[in-house]
């Protein structure tokens, strides 16, 4: 089945809220960037991770698709960040039932949105995220680490067929979980780019997840 038809057959949702603990699978399609703020440090010390209730909110909304299919997608299966010693396999991940973006459970692996843009292609974001840890891992995932990122860093994405894409940061945003605009990051059109997500800023027993989002925004290298 293409990924159009995939798409159209998935009643078209926007994936929204993303973090540190989701997983399931549930076909829909399209998310979107938001206006954020500056990364802080993470807690020294790991707080009991939440085992599935770091929510991505998806935004539900029609999603108008080309009745003709464009050349296959490659997907991503891994991505590294040299200057961070940070290697990561990444699986295709959808959304759940109840809206949520899935995220493996395991922190040492990452979701690729796949309703989405896939690296290389000529326009639309490319969304991956990961755990930044899981109850899985008992333990700090290679996430944990984004926050660490500077402007001008490298990022490289690995595709099924062998090749890669490489990536500069452009910006390393913390933004409160209730403040993203996930509609501007999940986005199908647009200039490419690269968005990496993880769970940032303080933990919140009540809650059972982290106050914040981490999002790394990144543009291809030409």
């Keep these: 089945m293409s990924r159009t038809t995939h798409q159209a057959a998935a ?3 926007v994936a929204v809220t993303l973090l540190a603990g989701c997983s399931s699978a549930a076909p829909v399609v399209d998310l979107a960037p ?3 703020a500056t990364v802080a440090p993470a807690p020294s010390t790991a707080p009991a991770p939440a085992p599935s209730s770091d929510l991505v909110p998806v935004p539900v909304r029609s999603a ?3 009745a003709t299919d464009g050349p296959p997608v490659v997907p991503p299966v891994g991505l590294s960040i040299p200057g961070l010693d940070l290697q990561v396999p990444v699986d295709p991940v959808g959304v759940q039932a109840d809206g949520q973006m899935e995220i493996p459970p395991l922190a040492e692996r990452a979701g690729w949105y796949r309703y989405g843009s896939s690296p290389g292609e000529p326009a639309g ?3 991956i ?3 930044v840890d899981s109850v899985a891992s008992a333990g700090l995932g290679p996430f944990a680490r ?3 990122l500077g402007t ?4 490289s994405v690995t595709l099924a067929d062998g090749s890669a894409a490489t990536f500069t940061v452009d910006e390393v945003r913390l933004v409160p979980k209730t403040d993203v605009a996930w509609d501007q990051i999940f986005t199908r059109d ?3 780019r690269l968005v990496l997500i993880t769970c940032g800023g303080a933990w919140q027993p009540a809650e059972r997840h982290y106050a914040d989002n981490i999002i790394v925004l990144a543009s291809p290298v030409r």
């Design 64 to 66: 108008a698709l080309s």
């Design 11 to 13: 009643a078209l949702l």
């Design 125 to 127: 974001t490319t969304v």
């Design 190 to 192: 647009g200039a490419p």
């Design 146 to 148: 984004l926050r660490e």
């Design 34 to 36: 938001s206006p954020l």
């Design 129 to 131: 995220a990961a755990h």
């Design 152 to 155: 001008g860093a490298q990022v």
